[in-house]
């Protein structure tokens, strides 16, 4: 082997050695980045399981809320159909 060739072979092998280094390094990086992404699942599940057990205080009051006006529309359109009714009888025909 001449002096070129094994100058060119041990800078490649370099070169080759410096690439399996950065490799392993993106190895590591990606497992951390995994156990990370599992780790951030696990406590999303949690989260959302405990939501859905404990129901948000806002929301049931914001729920209650709504309810109340639904009702409150509903008996003064009864109340208003029930004025009408007592202002005109209703014919047994149009029944």
């Known amino acids: 082997m001449s002096l070129s060739t094994e100058s060119k072979l041990s800078e490649l092998s370099e070169v080759v050695g410096s690439y399996e280094r950065l ?9 951390k980045l995994r156990d990370r992404l599992q780790q951030l699942d696990i406590e999303n599940m949690a989260l959302s399981m405990r939501e859905t057990a404990e129901p948000n205080e ?38």
């Open 23 to 31: 490799r392993l390094q993106d190895q590591l990086a990606l497992q």
């Open 58 to 95: 806002h929301d049931n009051k914001v729920n209650a809320n709504e309810e109340k006006e639904t009702l409150k529309e509903q008996v003064n359109k009864l109340k208003g159909l029930l004025r009408l009714a007592i202002q005109k009888p209703v014919d047994q025909g149009e029944l």
